[in-house]
T-cell receptor, first 112, second 112 residues
Framework: EPEVTQTPSHQVTQMGQEVILRCVPI?????FYWYRQILGQKVEFLVS????????KSEIFDDQFSVERPDGSNFTLKIRSTKLEDSAMYFC??????????FGDGTRLSIL | DAKTTQPPSMDCAEGRAANLPCNHS???????VYWYRQIHSQGPQYIIH???NNETNEMASLIITEDRKSSTLILPHATLRDTAVYYC?????????????FGTGTRLTIIP
């Protein structure tokens, strides 16, 4: 069964550094999402992306965040200058129209 | 905020049916009920969804009350691998872009 894959599984970065999290959505999916989960807290929506533009973003998704689909297969989340509070699991998801979202197993981001 | 209410935790004996309730008293006529689960810190896994009719797939059954104000997810023969946090989510019909709003879910523990 096709699945969403995310790399790396764990990323350790110094505060203030840029980080890029990568996702390969399911191949025939058109809608892409990022969510995050701070340890012990709820899964929170960050951003949705369709047709090469952001469809919706949450308050969390400020100017430090950006998303890109640089080619036909990858979907990336960039945090420009990381803060301690960015430490979390980041989940990518994708879906077809009128179909459920399917999630990857996440990237654990640790900011030192 | 999540539009659903779930018990924080439940136990179920291995081999028995696990029945997970969810209240969604403010659900609108065109909103679907979705169920996801999260095993340990893995990505949320889609289980099942429905509008008003009962639904069944290879993983579970979903029973929605006639007034649609509540639903029950049924895992017919629970195994230890079903230990997870289960999320009941109400989502509109704009499947393509609409985010998922996660609550705190029900932590289901399957007891040997």
């Amino acid at each position: 069964e096709p699945e969403v894959t995310q790399t790396p599984s764990h990323q350790v970065t110094q505060m203030g550094q840029e980080v890029i999290l990568r996702c390969v959505p399911i191949s025939n999916h058109l809608y892409f999402y990022w969510y995050r989960q701070i340890l012990g807290q709820k899964v929170e929506f960050l951003v949705s992306f369709y047709n090469n533009e952001i469809s919706e973003k949450s308050e969390i998704f400020d100017d430090q965040f950006s998303v890109e689909r640089p080619d036909g297969s990858n979907f990336t989340l960039k945090i420009r200058s990381t803060k301690l509070e960015d430490s979390a699991m980041y989940f990518c998801a994708s879906s077809r129209d009128n179909q459920p979202q399917h999630f990857g197993d996440g990237t654990r981001l640790s900011i030192l | 905020d999540a539009k659903t209410t779930q018990p924080p935790s439940m136990d179920c004996a291995e081999g028995r049916a696990a029945n997970l309730p969810c209240n969604h008293s403010t659900i609108s006529g065109n909103e679907y009920v979705y169920w996801y689960r999260q095993i340990h810190s893995q990505g949320p896994q889609y289980i099942i969804h429905g509008l008003k009719n009962n639904e069944t797939n290879e993983m579970a059954s979903l029973i929605i009350t006639e007034d649609r104000k509540s639903s029950t997810l049924i895992l017919p023969h629970a195994t230890l691998r079903d230990t997870a946090v289960y999320y009941c989510i109400v989502r509109g019909t704009n499947f393509g872009n609409e985010k998922l709003t996660f609550g705190t879910g029900t932590r289901l523990t399957i007891i040997p």
